[in-house]
């Protein structure tokens, strides 16, 4: 892919490593000149010291021919005007991040896909991660539900029974489904059937139409 990442901070800085350690043409805009010499003196890409809100900046990037747009600096303002004038060069993909979330409506009005304050999603997830261990990886859907991964301990309620049993119990509701198992002898993931027996040590992956509540995680824990 043709990648245009404009910003090379806190955010950019890991996204231009990705993106050119996967083999992808990166071509990175960004305004400060410390910044600027830094990305191009780690990474494999074409750097420009610009402002990317000048259309002629973009222009020079080669978005053209762009497959995607990643705009990372810590101003929606800017964000905004980059995701703008990008449009106008059809690019198929465009992503922003957005710091204020009052600023998420404009984004979705104009179209652009968006990732919601890198630095709060962060602290939420260390904040998890103190609060319910257990827990190995989470991701919001909606106002509500979370979509989450869990490891099964020894003992839980749900040890031993199938998926089915486990419902026909109440311990999965209706706002609950259990959508993968990883498990240590099993070289892949499991897709869960109804007859599907869940083991102390699998790590599930769970939809949860309420969130990760207490009573919801108590089911795989002891």
Do not use: W
């Not at 990305?39 to 420009?48: E, G, I, N, R, Y």
Request: overall charge negative.
């Amino acid at each position: 892919m043709y990648v245009v990442i404009v910003g090379a901070g806190d955010i950019g800085i890991p996204l231009i490593e990705i993106a050119t350690s996967g083999g992808n043409e990166v071509v990175v805009i960004e305004n400060d000149d410390e910044r600027a010499e830094r990305a191009a003196s780690q990474f494999d890409c074409l750097v420009l010291n610009a402002d990317a809100t000048v259309k002629e900046t973009l222009a020079d990037a080669g978005l053209d021919r762009a497959d995607a747009v990643i705009s990372t600096t810590d101003q929606d303002a800017t964000n905004i005007m980059v995701c703008l004038l990008s449009q106008e060069f059809d690019v198929p993909q465009i992503v922003s991040v957005v710091h204020n979330p009052n600023h998420m409506n404009i984004f979705r009005q104009i179209g652009v896909n968006t990732m919601q304050n890198p630095q709060r999603l962060i602290a939420e997830y260390l904040y998890r991660a103190v609060r319910r261990p257990s827990v190995v990886d989470y991701m919001h859907i909606g106002e509500e539900a979370e979509v989450f991964e869990v490891a099964v301990e020894e003992g839980a309620p749900i040890v031993g029974l199938t998926i089915s049993e486990a419902a026909e119990e109440g311990l999965l509701g209706d706002e609950m489904l259990i959508v993968a198992i990883e498990r240590d002898d099993n070289e892949r993931p499991i897709t869960p059937r109804g007859n599907t027996r869940i083991e102390s040590g699998d790590m599930v992956t769970a939809y949860s139409g309420t969130g990760i509540t207490e009573s919801v995680l108590d089911v795989f824990l002891s």
